[in-house]
């Protein structure tokens, strides 16, 4: 089932605003980014570059080879395979996604990925940037949003298992202090990627809280009642992922393009199931976000729920 916002009748008001710092819901109506920011759709702005990037280890004749005796498995997250063709053509040792992620680095200043919500203060955002996941301050927001009272006990204590269930504070959950971004901005829209919950009913943890102390349909119904889904854009400063994170991108890029070799034809990320999530464990300052947009159609893979 898609959500429609504009034509939902509990669409929220938005706060007045940063109007115009709204963009193109579509990339190809965008400018294109600066030279130094890497785009992970816009498959044409980068594969000569990363190509040339890595030229000294693969060269014409490891790619030769690839194509005329590609290995069975292309992965992305282990590049021993590339690594051991390497060798066997060149001679050289190398450990490709190690010097990979280092040279990326270099190449670009910063990753352009999409971070969705739903507010109805886009203010907030461009005034103190984008926070990672803090629970107390969540829950502070359920609170208000839900209307639970501490002086009402069973309210209370319903609020409390809610939270104890989720357990939002356990660091090996995936949700305390973290930040989430997608690289490929559709699969947080499309029914592909399956995620157009975070546009629909904004923070994931919120949500979880709302069914459990409210119901499944006052939550969303109480959240859809809140401003507009909103997807911010941003041009994250390498130097403030992980380096592990860099390292599965480049996999993935690699991946791409050794894969078009073989089937000699330019390939589309955005038509891909290769996934294209990452996470932060630090707040992005409000000078990184490029501008926003609301979504006009959404899947909602909790339409069921």
Known sequence: MYYQWSSCNLAGRMLPGCEDREIAEQLTDRPLQPSDVFCFPLVCSWR???????DDFITDEVKTEFVQNPPEYIFSDDLSWLDEMIFEVTGRVSNIKELAAKRFGREFRAFRAAHATRTNDLALFYERGLRFLRPEEIEEKARAIFNV????????????????????????????????????????????????????????????IGIRVAGTWNAKKTLKAIGRPT?????????????????????????????????????????????????????????????HYHPAMIYDPFWSA
Not at 48 to 54: D, E, G, H, P, S
Not at 188 to 204: A, K, N, Q, T, V
Not at 239 to 262: A, D, H, K, Q, W
């Open 48 to 54: 000569a570059r990363i190509w040339n990037l890595f």
């Open 149 to 208: 009272a501490q002086s009402e006990p069973a309210a209370e204590k319903r609020f409390q298992m809610a939270i104890d269930e989720i357990q939002a504070r356990d660091k090996s959950g995936g949700r305390n202090g973290r930040l989430y971004f997608c690289a490929n901005e559709r699969s947080l829209i499309d029914r592909s990627g399956g995620s157009g919950h975070y546009l629909i009913y904004g923070s994931e943890y919120l949500y979880c």
């Open 231 to 291: 997807m911010f854009v941003c041009d994250i400063p390498i130097e403030m992922m992980r380096s592990s994170t860099v390292e599965e991108f480049v996999g993935i890029i690699l991946g791409c393009l050794f894969r078009e070799l073989l089937s000699g034809q330019e390939s589309d990320v955005l038509n891909s199931s290769v996934g294209s999530a990452l996470s932060l464990a630090v707040d992005v300052p409000a000078e990184c976000i490029v501008g």
